[in-house]
């Protein structure tokens, strides 16, 4: 049954000329990472290769690989928002309906899409990593080839919720501009509860802990900023008198967190679905 509905999601992506071409540009950015490690300055005294700075070495190289391929996971966005509004628009919801499909079996079908998404951008992630962490890595030991891994988790978690969320949008909206329209607006909503907490209400530490509970900042929580890590930056900053200590850690009740919101999104969608009269 799961097969059946994810292999008719994925025939209706690939007879969509624009998800098809969103899709495959969404991968192929996956791979773009392995372009830092052709970026060199060499002017004059100055010469500076960005694999040598050590961005490449396991097992930092999970932290940052993840943290930036995260930053194209709205190619993706667009696709499954543009999934839904197209049901509505062409009229395949009612179709499928009509053919015998449950509403629940329907949200299944997009669940399972997201997941499956959000499963293949993980491998992705980790054979370039992989690749690129042979060729570059100033460590090949297998105990730390394999150590932090628990980023890849972060990122598969954040990828679904985030596309859950986005799922729920394309239900909720109809229209696709509006749906991502709509996304746009509640990032600036979050950050807009934040700041009247913080300035009306509660401590600014108070309001930064309440921040953390909301669905976009839980997934972007995951991964944290990988820059800081680095030891040109870290030496860089010591000689301004400065010390990074953040916690980078992946942290178990993050995780539950983003997954409390998919579950959230997703039941939402059904709950949507099951009420509208299509």
């Known amino acids: 049954m799961m ?22 540009a969404y991968f192929i950015l996956l791979t773009s990472i392995a372009l830092f490690a052709s970026i060199k300055f060499d002017i004059g005294p ?12 396991f097992p930092y190289i999970w932290h940052f690989n993840t943290f930036i391929t995260a930053l194209f996971k709205l190619f993706l966005a667009i696709v499954i928002v543009s999934m839904m509004s197209n049901e509505y628009s062409n009229k395949t919801i009612k179709q499928n ?3 015998g499909l449950s509403k629940k079996e329907f949200i299944a079908s997009k669940f399972l899409t997201v997941v499956a998404f959000s499963l293949l951008s993980t491998i992705f992630v980790f054979i370039v990593s992989m690749i690129l962490g ?14 932090d891994l628990e980023f890849l988790l972060a990122f598969f978690v954040k990828l679904l919720g985030f596309f859950s969320f986005c799922l729920f949008l394309g239900i909720l909206v109809k229209r696709s501009a509006f749906a991502l329209g709509f996304l ?12 009247f907490l913080g300035w009306k209400l509660v401590s600014w530490e108070t ?10 900042e839980s997934m972007a929580n995951l991964i944290n900023e990988p820059f800081s890590r680095l030891k040109a ?25 983003v997954i409390f919101w998919t579950t959230f999104f997703i039941y939402s969608s059904y709950a949507i679905l099951k009420k509208r009269d299509l």
């Open 3 to 24: 097969t059946r509905l994810l292999q008719i999601e994925f025939i209706k992506l690939w007879n969509n000329r624009s998800s098809k071409v969103l899709i495959l």
């Open 184 to 195: 746009i607006l509640w990032m600036i909503i979050e950050q807009l509860i934040y700041g």
């Open 134 to 147: 042979l060729a570059y890595s100033d460590f090949n030991e297998m105990s730390i080839i394999f150590s």
């Open 233 to 257: 930056v870290q030496s860089v900053a010591a000689q301004m008198g400065e010390r990074f200590e953040f916690d980078y850690g992946v942290h178990w009740y993050e995780i539950l967190l």
């Open 207 to 216: 309001a930064s802990t309440i921040k953390s509970l909301l669905p976009l």
């Open 46 to 57: 100055v010469k500076f290769h960005l694999a040598e700075q050590g961005i490449f070495n």
């Open 97 to 99: 309906l009509i053919d």
